[in-house]
């Protein structure tokens, strides 16, 4: 009976080992590439539809592929996940660059259709997601891309420092259906806003229109004191001037004979003398930003005395001229 009962326990104790054992032998197989990092971890700048900064005025939705990669050292297989966290605002909804007290909104997604936001891994959104198979290659590189977005039309202030935020990248490795933290990097994201000034010559009454640059007054048949307008709106991202040129001096010169029909040029209601055939400033705008719409000035043209005036075709050219200060 002692001898049945000792060998009852051995083989107990053995089996307990046994299972001991394959447990292990488990988890080392699912964690068998536990060697994996981030890379291509340096600032990434922001491109726009030219390739350099964000265009404020860029009407235009544009998307721009972020490569980023994970590399495998020691062998072995396994699946992993990148979370990306929210960044300076705190929020991914948006995300924002920041410079100086402004904000900038952007986010990054899984792929260009901005389908989904990629978050953190615990906040149960979308990640990054990958896998190394060849369990026999002791080194592996894979590459993945997002995309990054900044909605246009964010009219922000211009300068020559960046808008940025810095972003924690964290890569979780899959262990026994659990995501286990291996490695985590930061990331820099940023934009420039350099300074944009934009003119648009419309109908009296009408917004800015990007497209509209050109306003012709024609009077058909001149007769004293008619008069027409037009509005000029500028805007910007930064201070500017606007000024004026006549090509003719301030009257409209007969296309082939030494006639001229004298006129006279307002904007908002104070008279503009363009005599002198060289630009004069008719207004300033100091500030940060005007907004989309920018700032609107009524121009009006007013056909003066015709006598002398030889019949025929009578024009002027003026040229409307926006500075950044």
Not at 1 to 26: E, G, H, Q, T
Not at 269 to 296: N, Q, R
């Given at each position: 009976?002692?001898?049945?009962?000792?060998?009852?326990?051995?083989?107990?104790?053995?089996?307990?080992?046994?299972?001991?054992?394959?447990?292990?032998?488990?988890e080392r197989v699912e964690a068998a590439c536990s060697q994996i990092h981030l890379a291509n971890m340096d600032p990434v700048d922001w491109r726009g539809a030219s390739g350099g900064s964000y265009d404020v005025f860029d009407a235009s939705q544009h998307v721009q592929a972020v490569e980023i990669r994970v590399r495998k050292t020691g062998g072995g297989s396994c699946r992993y996940a990148i979370g990306i966290s929210e960044g300076y605002s705190g929020t991914f909804n948006p995300r924002q660059l920041v410079r100086s007290g402004e904000k900038l909104a952007y986010?990054?997604?899984?792929?260009?259709?901005?389908?989904?936001?990629?978050?953190?891994?615990?906040?149960?959104?979308?990640?990054?997601?990958?896998?190394?198979?060849?369990?026999?290659?002791?080194?592996?590189?894979?590459?993945?891309?997002?995309?990054?977005?900044?909605?246009?039309?964010?009219?922000?202030?211009?300068?020559?420092?960046?808008?940025?935020?810095?972003?924690?990248?964290?890569?979780?490795?899959?262990?026994?259906?659990?995501?286990?933290?291996r490695h985590s990097g930061t990331k820099h994201h940023r934009a420039r806003a350099s300074k944009m000034v934009e003119v648009s010559l419309v109908d009296a009454g009408a917004p800015f229109n990007s497209a509209d640059i050109s306003q012709q007054l024609d009077f058909g048949i001149f007769s004293a004191g008619q008069s027409l307008r037009f509005d000029l709106r500028a805007r910007g991202n930064t201070s500017f001037d606007v000024s004026l040129q006549?090509?003719?001096?301030?009257?409209?010169?007969?296309?082939?004979?030494?006639?001229?029909?004298?006129?006279?040029?307002?904007?908002?209601?104070?008279?503009?003398?363009?005599?002198?055939?060289?630009?004069?400033?008719?207004?300033?705008?100091?500030?940060?930003?005007?907004?989309?719409?920018?700032?609107?000035?009524?121009?009006?043209?007013?056909i003066g005395s015709l006598s002398g005036t030889l019949g025929g075709l009578h024009r002027d050219n003026i040229t409307v001229t926006v500075t950044a200060q």
């Open positions: 009976m002692r001898k049945n009962s000792a060998l009852r326990s051995a083989l107990r104790l053995a089996l307990w080992i046994c299972l001991v054992a394959a447990v292990l032998w488990a986010n990054l997604h899984d792929s260009a259709a901005q389908t989904n936001v990629l978050m953190d891994l615990d906040l149960g959104g979308s990640v990054i997601e990958g896998a190394f198979t060849n369990s026999e290659a002791d080194l592996e590189t894979n590459t993945h891309s997002y995309y990054w977005i900044i909605p246009p039309m964010q009219v922000i202030s211009g300068a020559n420092s960046r808008y940025q935020d810095r972003l924690r990248f964290r890569l979780h490795e899959e262990v026994g259906g659990v995501f286990v933290q006549s090509v003719n001096a301030g009257v409209m010169a007969h296309s082939s004979l030494p006639s001229a029909v004298p006129y006279t040029l307002e904007v908002d209601g104070v008279p503009v003398d363009l005599a002198s055939g060289a630009e004069v400033p008719i207004a300033s705008f100091s500030g940060d930003t005007t907004g989309v719409d920018g700032v609107g000035y009524r121009v009006a043209v007013t």
